[in-house]
């Protein structure tokens, strides 16, 4: 069975600090990964994504995602986070089906 | 593009009766839409997966009766709960997958969520 982890719950950060939430993943198969963002009363979109290729992924928004497959980890990094960056951050992977992580509030402050 | 409408986003019911929430893909065709259940602090949890024109697989532990799915053209997918209880409280959230795999965001787009409340 594959499963996500997703090790912090909460995170709070002052406006301009660096973010790396992480993810971890377990399944014996080939894996598509995703971060996804869901703001405040809005519904789930996509940041990133990884199906194959180079493993630093970029995506919207100024975040990366890098796949390191020894590690089983896909975490989302930030160099300078911003308010409007107050959201709830998905990890998701699809092995036979896209599963996801219970998420990570962040929280960044002026 | 790529926009998934899900209806209505919010629901009080009485125990006993049944909610209908529809999932609609505005300006694609989804061959697939699934069917998510997130609880308070929890992750999104797969329900079941409908193919247009076929039976929904569920999820094990997901009971097929109680969550009726009908997935009856390429844009619109509906889940029933039927005989709602206090326990059936939660957000329900749809997605679909484009008919073409390669679509904007690799096929999954995600509604806006329903939450159901049951009193």
């Known amino acids: 069975a594959q499963s996500v982890s997703q090790h912090n719950h909460h995170v709070i950060l002052s406006e301009a600090a660096s973010l790396e939430l992480g993810c971890n993943y377990s399944y014996g198969g080939t894996v598509n990964l995703f971060w996804y963002v869901q703001y405040p009363g809005q519904h789930l979109q996509l940041l990133l994504k990884?199906?194959?290729?180079?493993?630093l992924v970029k995506g919207i928004k100024g975040f990366e995602a890098e796949f390191i497959k020894s590690k089983f980890s896909f975490n989302l990094r930030k160099p300078s986070v911003q308010w409007s960056d107050t959201a709830e951050y998905f990890c998701a992977v699809k092995g036979n089906k896209l599963t996801f992580g219970t998420g990570t509030q962040l929280k960044v402050e002026l | 593009g790529a926009v998934v409408s899900q209806h209505p986003s919010w629901v009080i019911c009485k125990s006993g009766t049944s909610v209908k929430i529809e999932c609609r893909s505005l300006?694609?065709?989804?061959?697939?839409m699934f069917w998510y259940r997130q609880f308070p602090k929890q992750s999104l949890m797969l329900m079941a997966t409908?193919?247009?024109?076929?039976?929904?697989?569920?999820e094990q532990g997901v009971e097929k009766d109680k969550f009726l799915i009908n997935h009856a053209s390429l844009t619109l997918s509906t889940l029933t709960v039927t005989s709602a209880h206090p326990e059936d409280s939660s957000f329900y959230i749809c997605s679909a997958r484009a008919k073409q795999l390669w679509d904007t965001n690799y096929g999954y787009t995600f509604g806006s969520g329903t939450r159901l409340t049951v009193v």
């Open positions: 300006d694609f065709q989804a061959t697939t």
């Open positions: 990884y199906f194959s290729g180079d493993p």
């Open positions: 409908s193919n247009e024109g076929s039976k929904a697989t569920y």
